[in-house]
């Protein structure tokens, strides 16, 4: 049973040549200290990496929706004039990071991808949220519920979708919750409030995406939690397609499969590194791998039960593996 097991994750593995990455940091828009364009000089869009952000600006009420981009700092005050913070108070790894506002008002909010990265993988994109969505939530204002309601037992959430499109067609979506409060156990409700990986692999070979933001608080004129969320470090794999494969190239194994509280991955002696990630695109573990080391033994007991995807980098391949935790 186990080796059957083991053939069935190895089928559904596949592969890809990694030839280049080019990451969209917004650094290179060379935007002063805390401060943020909005679009307001109606360029209607703007450019970082190999990917084009939408952006619409309304004159006649001072308004935006799509993307701007941003170094504020602000992750104390609440209401709307602060929606161009991130509640980190800056970006990833850098200071600059892009806000989106999804809003119903404005055209879609999306990204084009241009150049070597046009219709190939996007690894992925650090996302966190704002200041003003995050308080909005945490703690209620004039138009929005506070998350979880005066018991803390409603079961709301806010989910960010990504769209992949390839030539107008839909390749497929990946659901991320900015917050999550549908727990049985109130302790393991969340707002996220650090910058966390989003993984979108999943939407194969893509040419733009597509943002949309939906919540369990909604009104006669749709959602009151407020559409905005923070994105940073878009990563997109250029020259790279995806090349499904029905042999285990580098006869890495892993096992048990499923399994309860280790698992253990086999013959990673070329290996570089591993990253494990969740259905919702969550990174929950990556640690790059020694030369010497042959095998790698997991403790995955504090994973929640279901399916994750093990990314395994060797030798300018990318390999993907499924395993289940139950």
Known sequence: MRNFLLSMALVVASFVTLQAQTTSNFEDLN?????????????GNFISGNAVFSNQYDTNYYTWGGFAYSSKTDTI???????????????????????????????????????????????????????????????????AKKFGGTSGND???????????????????????????RFADNSKDYIIKDWTMVNLMKLGNVDSLAFVLSSSDNGAYGMNTPSYF????????????VEPTFKNQNNINVYPNPSTN???????????????FDTKGSLVYSENIESNLTKLKLDISNYT?????????????LQQIRFIKQ
């Open 262 to 276: 280790n698992i253990t991955i086999s013959g990673i002696e070329d290996v570089e590194s591993i990253r494990i």
């Open 230 to 241: 923070c994105m940073d470090d878009l990563q997109c794999l250029d020259g790279v397609n």
């Open 31 to 43: 935007l002063p200290a805390d401060t943020f364009w909005n679009g307001s000089d109606l360029s």
């Open 305 to 317: 039960n279901g399916l994750y995807f093990i990314q395994i980098i060797s030798n300018n391949n």
């Open 77 to 143: 005050t609440t209401g709307w004039s602060n929606m161009y913070s991130s509640i980190s108070g800056s970006g990833n790894i850098s200071a600059t990071y892009a806000v989106a506002y999804v809003s119903a008002y404005t055209g879609a909010t999306s990204i084009k991808l241009t150049n070597s990265s046009s219709g190939k993988l996007v690894s992925g994109f650090y996302i966190n949220n704002n200041t003003y969505a995050y308080y909005s939530m945490k703690n209620g204002d004039t138009y």
């Open 155 to 181: 079961s709301d959430w806010f989910m960010l979708t990504v769209q992949g499109y390839l030539n107008g067609s839909l390749t497929d979506t990946v659901n991320f919750f900015l917050a999550d409060y």
